[in-house]
């Protein structure tokens, strides 16, 4: 842990000089353009973050597209909608398959094992922070418009 009385604390931030690196704890992406895109049949993730404690991840829906229908064993998803007119569908406490119309600025929680689904009613963005799921093998896929099967698949990855 840093030493609270170190005098460099108190002395004002100077910008990062051309070719310095932050120390190995911070990371810095200064132009999104050159985060690591997952390509999916319904648009795009693209991974802002990622550690052994969570991920965080802006998402790209095109309208008329959905997610799958899919719930985790593990990981926990809290997801912030910027843009467009989503809608989520989920199993409500009677376990029928129930859907709410979100707004940008909506916020939706998943817990494990939840059944869940983002609809894209227009385009839409979104960003997610979650719990990792680093072998990608807590995606239980309940229904999928592509036939895709359970997990994490490969080919979204190049």
């Known amino acids: 842990m840093p030493d609270k009385s170190n005098p460099k604390y108190d002395i004002p931030p100077v910008a990062l000089a051309q070719g310095r690196q932050p120390e190995k704890a911070v990371s810095v992406i200064v132009d999104i353009g050159k985060a690591k895109v997952v390509t999916k049949p319904w648009g795009r993730e693209i991974m802002l973050s990622e550690s052994k404690d969570y991920t965080f991840k802006k998402l790209e829906i095109k309208a008329g ?21 989503p809608r989520v569908v989920f199993e409500d406490e009677d376990g029928r398959l129930s859907y709410q ?58």
């Open 65 to 85: 597209f959905e997610t799958s229908l899919q719930c985790h064993a593990k990981k926990s998803e809290t997801i912030i909608f910027l843009t467009g007119k």
């Open 101 to 158: 119309d979100m707004q940008p600025g909506s916020i939706f929680e998943v817990r494990p094992p939840a059944v869940h689904r983002v609809v894209a009613l227009t385009d839409i963005t979104y960003v997610e922070a979650s719990t990792p799921d680093p072998d990608g093998r807590d995606v239980i896929r309940l229904r999928d418009s592509f036939q895709r099967k359970d997990g994490r698949l490969e080919n979204e990855y190049k």
